[in-house]
T-cell receptor, first 114, second 111 residues
Framework: TQLLEQSPQFLSIQEGENLTVYCNSS?????LQWYRQEPGEGPVLLVT?????EVKKLKRLTFQFGDARKDSSLHITAAQPGDTGLYLC??????????????FGQGTILTVHP | DAGVIQSPRHEVTEMGQEVTLRCKPI?????LFWYRQTMMRGLELLIY????????DSGMPEDRFSAKMPNASFSTLKIQPSEPRDSAVYFC?????????FGPGTRLTVT
């Protein structure tokens, strides 16, 4: 059982469509991050959220941290082919003794067709 | 400023051979992480260091795996002996806080 469940696992859409990726857990996290990974490369950090209810925007990407700090979402508006990649959520569990240790979700593979 | 550097980028070896993966973290970062990524299991944390000291190695799959960090600018992950099921992409990441910076990875194939 994954500590962080991402959905959907696969998403194939047309350019211009909107989409939302979800990251859910039964555990509380002190912080949650979203990464994007392209083939042949390592994950690259997009955003970090630390406060329950926090919303952050990065151009066409909107990230939200749930009020209870157990879930997060990534919304992309007007998706473009350049958004194609593997999106990973990762969290640091609240109350843990291992500072800096992240648990990753399984990832969502997004394909945006021109 | 250079990012996390990993070598080699690709490694093909035969079952039973020793494999050593290398990592140079970003200068000034005091945390270093080793991950393994496969299609089946996703991205798994193997071990991480703080100030060159191993903090949590609970993700190291077996005694065949070992990791060292002799100084702040270098770490190795060794597999001895290697097995086909060790085939994966191995990533090194470093950080000075919450945000981790990943290297390009080493794609290991064990035949």
């Amino acid at each position: 059982t994954q500590l962080l469940e991402q959905s959907p696992q696969f998403l194939s859409i047309q350019e211009g469509e909107n989409l939302t990726v979800y990251c859910n857990s039964s555990s509380v996290f002190s912080s949650l991050q979203w990464y994007r990974q392209e083939p042949g490369e390592g994950p690259v950090l997009l955003v970090t959220v630390v406060t329950g209810g926090e919303v952050k925007k990065l151009k066409r990407l909107t990230f939200q941290f749930g009020d209870a700090r157990k879930d997060s979402s990534l919304h992309i508006t007007a998706a473009q082919p350049g958004d194609t990649g593997l999106y990973l959520c990762a969290g640091e569990r609240a109350g843990g003794t291992s500072y800096g240790k992240l648990t990753f979700g399984q990832g969502t593979i997004l394909t945006v067709h021109p | 400023d250079a990012g996390v550097i990993q070598s080699p980028r690709h490694e093909v070896t035969e079952m039973g051979q020793e494999v050593t993966l290398r990592c140079k973290p970003i200068s000034g970062h005091d945390y270093l992480f080793w991950y393994r990524q496969t299609m089946m299991r996703g991205l798994e944390l193997l071990i991480y260091f703080n100030n060159n000291v191993p903090i949590d190695d609970s993700g190291m799959p077996e005694d065949r795996f070992s990791a060292k960090m002799p100084n702040a600018s270098f770490s190795t992950l060794k597999i001895q002996p290697s097995e086909p099921r060790d085939s994966a992409v191995y990533f090194c990441a470093s950080s000075s806080g919450l945000e981790q910076y990943f290297g390009p990875g080493t794609r290991l194939t064990v035949t």
